[in-house]
């Protein structure tokens, strides 16, 4: 399951790590935790639908399509549609737990758990890679224009595409 996504020798962007007092990091469970904590805080329902997915999403080493989320749940809860998993993750996305990621070079938007970690992608354009870009100065860059406007942003997307090292020499070649 996504094994495009993963740099050589490393995994793709980890799920977001969150962090205790002792400044040691916390376990899936925890992210977990902390993720149904922040539903409930904003007045959404913890329905079952909504946990399956956020374990899912926490869980796995790489973005991931709905039908790979929905296969995934689909093991556990056969009755779960295809429906039931967008409206979750459209809800998911605008709590800000789970990321849309709609890569110019996929056929389908892929979802990731975004917890206390913010960051954007880098894909390279001739073998798809996606690499992550963990430094996000794209609010601070656009702020004084945000302010005149009295536009008060969310979140937001940024990705940039080009060629990765390897794929760089193979088009000099």
Not at 24 to 42: E, G, H, R, V, Y
Not at 105 to 132: N, T
Request: aromatic fraction near 6%.
């Amino acid at each position: 399951m996504g094994s495009e996504w993963q740099v050589p020798g490393k995994n793709h962007c980890q799920p977001a790590i969150i962090v205790n007092s002792s400044n040691q990091m916390a376990a899936p469970q925890s992210q977990l935790a902390f993720s149904l904590q922040k539903i409930k805080d904003l007045g959404y329902k913890l329905t079952p639908q909504r946990i399956e997915i956020l374990e899912t999403v926490i869980e796995s080493d790489s973005p991931l399509t709905v039908q790979e989320i929905h296969a995934a749940i689909k093991e556990r809860h056969p009755h779960v549609s295809l429906d039931t998993v967008y409206r979750n993750l459209s809800t998911l996305t605008e709590a800000g737990l789970v990321g849309q990621i709609n890569l110019q070079s996929r056929d389908s938007a892929r979802f990731e758990f975004q917890g206390k970690h913010h960051h954007h992608h880098a894909i390279c354009l001739s073998c798809k890679k996606s690499f992550c870009l963990e430094d996000c100065d794209v609010s601070g860059a656009f702020k004084q224009q945000m302010d005149q406007a009295r536009f008060k942003p969310v979140t937001h997307i940024f990705e940039v595409y080009g060629y990765c090292e390897e794929c760089q020499h193979k088009l000099a070649d």
